[in-house]
Structure formats: C-alpha cells, structure tokens
C-alpha cells in the first residue's frame, strides 16, 4: 500500500512562490501517473497538474499555467509542484495523489491513492 506524504506548504505573500514536496513509501512511483491536486474551503478538490510515470508528458489547469511545474524523481520516489507567482485565489490545501498508469489523469476519480494535503496560504 502507497502512503503518500506532502510537505512544502506555508503562508506567503502574493507574487511569492513555493515548492510542494510529495514522499512515498510502502511502495514505488515509478510506475505511477502522479498529480496534484487543491481543496479550498467550501469548494471541490479540483485538479492543478498531472505528470506521466516517466515524467516525459505533464499536464496543467489553465488557472495554473504558466506559473507552476511539477516534476518528478523517481530515484527519490518523490514529485514536486513549483509554484510561482502565487496569488491569494491560490490558497488551498494541496493533495498529491497516485495512479498505477504511464499517461497523466486529471480525474479526481482516476487516482488510487491520496496524501493527508499540505496547507498553502496565500495573502493580498
């Protein structure tokens, strides 16, 4: 069983950046269809980026583009979201979630496995 850990999250003034760290244990990513995905209160988990097992083919909500990059290594059995130029719309906890699958997903649905999230706090 993967377990999935996130890290990386904080509170940072609009225009800064962050970079969110995704750990696995309990088994490999590589390969595993990684993505990320962003829950703000009172709204649904909505999907931010996705990235193929070999890290070859990424994806990214139009919200997004532009400003934030996954990446993956999976000699470190690890994925990564840049985030840059942060704006306060951004806030939200920060899911990284695993597929057993060599494209990318941008389902919520499609994903097998899930972390506990990473709190991002964007302020104006």
């Known amino acids: 069983q993967v377990q999935l850990v996130e890290s990386g999250g904080g509170l940072v003034q609009a225009g800064g950046s962050l970079r969110l760290s995704c750990a696995a244990s309990g088994g490999t990513l590589s390969r595993s269809a990684m993505g990320w995905f962003r829950q703000a209160p009172g709204k649904e988990r909505e999907f931010v980026a996705a990235?193929?097992?070999?890290?070859?083919?990424?994806f990214y909500a139009d919200s997004v583009k532009g400003r934030f990059t996954i990446s993956r290594d999976n000699a470190k059995n690890s994925v990564y979201l840049q985030m840059n130029s942060l704006k306060p719309e951004d806030s939200a906890k920060y899911y990284c979630?695993?597929?057993?699958?060599?494209?990318?997903?941008?389902?919520?649905?499609?994903?097998?496995?899930w972390g506990q999230g990473t709190q991002v706090t964007v302020s104006s």
């Open positions: 979630a695993a597929k057993d699958g060599d494209f990318y997903y941008t389902g919520r649905d499609e994903y097998d496995y």
């Open positions: 990235i193929s097992w070999r890290g070859a083919v990424s």
